[in-house]
C-alpha cells in the first residue's frame, strides 16, 4: 500500500533560521502530493501541492518540489517566522482510487 | 462562505451507545472523506467516497459505518463505540477523487469511557 513518511519532530527553530522537513514516500502510479498546516484548535489547510514530477508548489515563501527519482516532497522555507508555529502534514492521493495517505506530523516550533 | 461544517465538536460517550458525528459540506464537492487523528500515528483515513451512493473503505475502517444518500452530508456512524476510538475525527471534501485539495472541517474530539 501507500505510504507517507516524515521527519520525526518536534522542530524547534529561531525566527529567520531556515527550514526544512523531510517527505518520502512509496506509491502506486502518479500520486498527487500535498502539504497541509494545522495551527493549534483547527482543522488542517493546504499549504501547497504538486501533482506531477518536477512540479514545484509554493505558498507564503514555503516550498516543496516532487522528485519522482528519490520519491520525495521535502517543504522548506528560506527564513521562518514566529507565526509559522504548527504541525505540518506531508500527504499523497492515488491518482486512480481516492484513497488519501498523510505522515504522521511534524510539529515546528519558532522562537522570537 | 465556503466550508465543512460538523457536528458535534465534542462529545463524550460511553462504551456501546451507538452516535452519530455529521458531516456537510456547501461547495459540491464530489469527494468527502473522514480522518481519524491520534498523537504519533499522524491522519488516518477512515472511510471516503467518491461520489453519492458511493463508498470504499480507508485504512482503519473498523467499527465505523458510513453513508452518502446525499451529495454535501457525510454522516460518521459508530454503532458500538470503544474506548479505542477516542480520537480527534475529521471530514474533509473535495472536488475530484481528493487529486485536488482536501477541505477539512473544525473536528470533532470524540472521548469513549
Known amino acids: 500500500g501507500n505510504s507517507v513518511t516524515q521527519m520525526e519532530g518536534p522542530v524547534t527553530l529561531s525566527e529567520e533560521a531556515f527550514l526544512t522537513i523531510n517527505c518520502t514516500y512509496t506509491a502506486t502510479g502518479y500520486p498527487s502530493l500535498f502539504w497541509y498546516v494545522q495551527y493549534p484548535g483547527e482543522g488542517l489547510q493546504l499549504l501547497l501541492k504538486?501533482?506531477?514530477?518536477?512540479d514545484k508548489g509554493s505558498n507564503k515563501g514555503f516550498e516543496a518540489t516532487y522528485r519522482k527519482e528519490t520519491t520525495s516532497f521535502h517543504l522548506e522555507k528560506g527564513s521562518v517566522q514566529v507565526s509559522d508555529s504548527a504541525v505540518y502534514f506531508c500527504?499523497?492521493?492515488?491518482?486512480?482510487?481516492?484513497?488519501?495517505?498523510f505522515g504522521d506530523g511534524t510539529t515546528l516550533t519558532v522562537k522570537p | 462562505e465556503a466550508q465543512v461544517t460538523q457536528n458535534p465538536r465534542y462529545l463524550i460517550t460511553v462504551t456501546g451507545k451507538k452516535l452519530t458525528v455529521t458531516c456537510s459540506q456547501n461547495?459540491?464537492?464530489?469527494?468527502m472523506s473522514w480522518y481519524r487523528q491520534d498523537p504519533g500515528l499522524g491522519l488516518r483515513q477512515i472511510y471516503y467516497?467518491?461520489?453519492?451512493?458511493?463508498?470504499d473503505k480507508g485504512d482503519v475502517p473498523e467499527g465505523y459505518k458510513v453513508s452518502r444518500k446525499e451529495k454535501r452530508n457525510f454522516p460518521l456512524i459508530l454503532e458500538s463505540p470503544s474506548p479505542n476510538q477516542t480520537s480527534l475525527y475529521f471530514c474533509?471534501?473535495?472536488?475530484?477523487?481528493?487529486?485536488?485539495?482536501?477541505?477539512f472541517g473544525p473536528g470533532t474530539r470524540l472521548t469513549v469511557t
Open positions: 474533509a471534501s473535495s472536488p475530484d477523487r481528493g487529486l485536488y485539495e482536501q477541505y
Open positions: 500527504a499523497l492521493t492515488n491518482n486512480n482510487a481516492g484513497k488519501s495517505t
Open positions: 461547495m459540491n464537492h464530489e469527494y
Open positions: 467516497s467518491m461520489n453519492v451512493e458511493v463508498t
Open positions: 504538486a501533482t506531477k514530477a518536477d
